[in-house]
């Protein structure tokens, strides 16, 4: 759950030599994974436009929250008022947000690669803990079980459409009636037909031998 991987960035925080205050989150996979919620701003990527500040008593999260599905703002917010109550703010909000919260006592833990120069810059050095990833972006590398499982249910699903997809060619390219546009529609359609697809990673390059 959500809840879960928030305690566990927070115990995280507890265990740093420098014991942060908060962890700023940049990158949009970062949001999407910790709170488990998907979109589409991007094409070919299910992350939307987002930022996060998670303190050790507080969550912020900054997003259009017209965007946000009834469900997910109740599970967001279901432990209201709390430690696990997420506090949504508008997403233009989050750099006047920061810049607040930087005047006190605080060390804020972020990681450069993700993190934009804008938020960055409004943090005064002397209260930055940087490192190039995250503690987020860590944890999201390490898959359990589950996930584990999935992935591999997930590869064996895209198998399927591209076997599909090399059978349509044997038979179709003989007869002179494919090309490359032609053949990347096709094989989008036999994934997109797959359980549980939400379309291509990338646009599909067409070509095969």
């Not at 279901?78 to 750099?95: F, K, T």
């Not at 938020?119 to 972006?137: A, C, R, T």
């Amino acid at each position: 759950s959500w809840q879960e991987k928030v305690a566990g960035i927070r115990q995280q925080m507890e265990q740093h030599v420098r014991r942060p205050t908060a962890v700023l989150l940049s990158g949009l996979e970062e949001t999407a994974w910790l709170f488990n919620l998907r979109g589409d701003d991007i094409p070919y990527n299910p992350v939307f436009y987002s930022y996060t500040l998670l303190t050790n008593s507080t969550i912020s999260l900054f997003v259009d929250k017209r965007r946000l599905a009834a469900a997910a703002q109740q599970s967001l917010q279901a432990d209201c008022p709390g430690p696990l109550c997420v506090e949504l703010q508008e997403y233009g909000q989050a750099r006047t947000h920061l810049h607040r919260y930087a005047q006190g006592n605080v060390t804020v833990w972020l990681g450069t690669e993700y993190t934009t120069y804008g938020l960055y810059g409004v943090i005064p050095q002397e209260k930055l803990l940087e490192d190039s990833y995250s503690p987020v972006m860590l944890a999201k590398a390490v898959k359990n079980i589950k996930e584990q499982e999935l992935l591999r249910a997930a590869h064996v699903r895209d198998a399927v459409a591209v076997i599909q997809y090399l059978l349509w060619l044997e038979k179709m390219v003989p007869q002179g009636q494919v090309d490359e546009f032609s053949g990347a529609h096709h094989i989008d359609t036999l994934r997109q037909a797959q359980e549980h697809s939400r379309g291509p990673s990338f646009q599909s390059i067409s070509a095969s031998g």
